[in-house]
Each structure stands twice: as structure tokens, then as C-alpha cells.
């Protein structure tokens, strides 16, 4: 930031205590996490795929994501972000654990959210999006943005009772249980009895929600980046954009 120099010190000192605020309550440690956890874990490759399905996939869902996201107050790319990371965009995904469709529900949350056909593609949709934000208003009302979609994030994955174990945890240890960057951290301990026997809901695979989150955050920047490739492209070439864009590299940076 600069400031004029004619200016009383009145702007700059706001300026030094908002900084101030937003490192000691851990939110510039959160936002460092968002920008900088996820690009480790791409290749060449992982891009590539993602920008042949963006071509090919995601134009018969994104107004349903675009709607849907709106009526949940959550960001679009973030909404289809997690649904790439759960089926690539392919609503009649199964996994041997039972969860199908599109945003990959289990029948218990299905029925939960009213869904009735979990390989309907809207169905699926509009059900993993309202229980994404009803996980994220499960979340103490102190729990401010990013770190409450981030930890909604991980108990979508993981569950919420695990992701409540976790916050114990990171209390526990003497970090903030509200800050996903210090949250991310004792998720791991979920897999060792030596952490999991004093909890309430026991083993889990904790180490997932964690790689979970960071790879949902690299591909909703990813989208928000393609989203503003698009929306720069001449109107006459916006119909004929390639699969892979010249701007798709391994390391997308956050938006």
C-alpha cells in the first residue's frame, strides 16, 4: 500500500492496525494456506484432464451449478469445483463405499436432503449443495470466511462429527480450533489410537479431508480463472474456445 504524503498518519495507522488484526487472529495464516497449499499437488497432466472436461462436461451443468450455487449463497466455481473432485463431472459415478452421482452422496445424506435419485444429475446437484451449506450453518456463528466453507469443506468429506474431533484436537494443542490452517493440521491425528481412543467418534481417515480441500481449492481457481479467460475472449471467439487454453499451466494461482 502507498499512502500521500500530505496524509496526517490518520490512514496509515487503520492500515497497520488492520494488518495487525488479521495476523494475530491467524487469518493471513489462512489465507497463505488457500493460495499456496494447493498447487503442490498437480501435474501437466491433472491440468490437462481438467481442462478437457471443462470443455466437454461442464457446459451441460454450469447454469445448474450457477442457479443452485445463488440459492445456497455459495461461490459456483466452488460448488463445481466440488463436483469435480467428487465424480469429474459424471453424474452416473459409483464408488465401492456406496456414495453416487455427481456430488458422489451417500443414501443416508441423500434422504437427508430429499433426493430421491442420486444418479440425476440436477438431483445431485441441488442435494450436495444444500448439504454443503447446511454443514457450513452446523459451524459455530464465530467462524468467520474462508475457514468456514474450508471446514465445511472437510466435513463434507470426512463427516462432521470427525471434523468436530479435529477442532477438539487442535484446542487441545493450544491452536484455534476456528482456523482451517491450524484444523488441517490435527485431522491426521484422526487415524492414530493414540488421538482417536479419546474421541468421540473414533478412527478416521483423517489425512483425506485434508488433500480433499486443497485439491477443491486448486480447481475452483482454476474455474474462476477460466471464467475470467472467457470473459476477456473477443465476443466472435467465445464459441470456439479450445479444449486446453494457452493460459492452463500445472500451477493455477488463486484469484
Known amino acids: 500500500w502507498a499512502f500521500p504524503s500530505h496524509e496526517d498518519g490518520t490512514l496509515l495507522n487503520a492500515a497497520n492496525k488492520f ?32 481442462g478437457k472436461l ?8 454450469e447454469s445448474l451449478f450457477r442457479e443452485t450455487a445463488d440459492k445456497n ?51 445431485s446437484i441441488k442435494g450436495g449443495a444444500a448439504y454443503l451449506a447446511k454443514l457450513r450453518a ?8 474462508p ?23 487442535t484446542q487441545r494443542g493450544g491452536k484455534n480450533p476456528d482456523l482451517w490452517s491450524d484444523v488441517r493440521q490435527s485431522l491426521p491425528l484422526l487415524s492414530k489410537k493414540k488421538f482417536y481412543s479419546t474421541l468421540k467418534h473414533g478412527y478416521a481417515r483423517g489425512a483425506e479431508p485434508v488433500l480433499y480441500v486443497d485439491n477443491i481449492q ?9 471464467s475470467l479467460h472467457l470473459k476477456n475472449l473477443p465476443p466472435e471467439k467465445t464459441n470456439n474456445v479450445s479444449n486446453q487454453p494457452e493460459w492452463e499451466s500445472s500451477s493455477v494461482p488463486s484469484i
Open 218 to 226: 486448486y480447481y475452483r481457481n482454476y474455474l474462476a480463472l477460466h
Open 19 to 50: 494488518l495487525a488484526e488479521y495476523i494475530s487472529t491467524g487469518k493471513m495464516k489462512t489465507l497463505k494456506e488457500q493460495l499456496l497449499a494447493q498447487s503442490n499437488n498437480f501435474s501437466v497432466a491433472d491440468s490437462k484432464r481438467l
Open 73 to 123: 449463497n455459495i461461490d459456483w466455481h466452488l460448488l463445481a469445483a466440488v463436483a469435480y473432485q467428487e465424480s469429474h463431472w459424471d453424474p452416473r459415478a459409483k464408488s465401492p463405499t456406496g456414495v453416487r452421482g455427481l456430488m458422489m452422496l451417500t443414501l443416508d445424506t441423500a434422504k437427508e436432503m430429499g433426493i430421491s435419485n442420486r444418479l440425476d444429475g440436477e438431483q
Open 147 to 169: 475457514d468456514r466453507t474450508l471446514l465445511a469443506l472437510a466435513a463434507y468429506n470426512v463427516g462432521f462429527g470427525h471434523l468436530e474431533d479435529a477442532r477438539i484436537l
Open 138 to 145: 452446523r459451524l459455530p456463528v464465530r467462524i468467520t470466511e
Open 54 to 61: 471443462v470443455a466437454k462436461r461442464l457446459p451441460a451443468y
